[in-house]
């Protein structure tokens, strides 16, 4: 059994609202006044959907992109700052596999993510004088969490009534140690799924018309659970 070594001095727990940006300069300065540094942003705060389109109202969209992409990707600009300036640091953002392929009832989530990807590895091809400096995309497919509980449903009003059994999920401390693994080892991203969900990530990748076929079959009967209150 391990006993930690950290102290008091070496934990700080700071308030965070990924959605409030004028805030997001001043607890970047709080850390590096505490720590002197920051080596590391693990950017993990985002809130899922369960909702069609036709049914959501455009509301649900906008605070799903304030918080998912916006609020993410201005703290990251607060802490890179910082990074640039050091040389040196690890850019890691849990996207989803939903950031690589389209799944219905999750049109505003899929964007959300499709946009991470997007902006994330763009803002790698402006770091290339900045070797040090990783950019990391951690994609997970279903794992036991919360999600479920906080989505987003199609009006900001209303929460999930049912949300299902999750036993067939990846476990939590998994997910993190494989999270753990590919940030140690730089790697540009990681797709960290059981199967058959990560099947469904080569699918996509290397046959989408497969894929897409695929889905529309899955999606069918998960719509109409969905709408069984399943």
């Not at 392929?101 to 993510?113: F, V």
């Not at 790698?124 to 919360?146: A, F, H, M, N």
Request: with cysteine.
């Amino acid at each position: 059994l391990e006993i930690s070594s950290l102290g008091e001095k070496d934990i700080l727990v700071l308030r965070l609202d990924l959605t409030d940006r004028s805030s997001h300069e001043a607890a970047t300065n709080s850390v590096l006044k505490h720590f002197g540094r920051i080596d590391v942003l693990v950017n993990n705060g985002g809130r899922s959907q369960r909702s069609l389109f036709v049914d959501t109202n455009l509301d649900v969209y906008n605070a799903i992109i304030e918080l998912n992409y916006l609020g993410t990707i201005s703290l990251t600009k607060y802490v890179l700052n910082h990074m640039i300036q050091r040389k040196k640091g690890k850019i890691v953002t849990v996207s989803s596999v939903m950031g690589i392929m389209g799944a219905p009832l999750a049109t505003g989530y899929c964007a959300s993510k499709h946009a991470l990807q997007g902006f994330f590895n763009s803002l790698r091809t402006e770091l290339t004088d900045y070797p040090e400096i990783s950019v990391i995309q951690i994609c997970p497919g279903p794992v036991q969490s919360k999600i479920i509980q906080n989505v987003f449903t199609e009006n900001l009003a209303k929460s999930i009534e049912n949300s299902g059994d999750q036993s067939h999920k990846m476990p939590t401390d998994r997910c993190a140690r494989l999270t753990l693994v590919s940030m140690a080892n730089d790697l540009k991203e990681a797709w960290i799924s059981d199967h058959p969900y990560l099947a469904v990530c080569y699918l996509w990748q290397y046959a989408p018309t497969w894929a897409w076929w695929l889905m529309n079959r899955m999606g069918k009967r998960r719509i109409q659970n969905f709408k069984s209150g399943v």
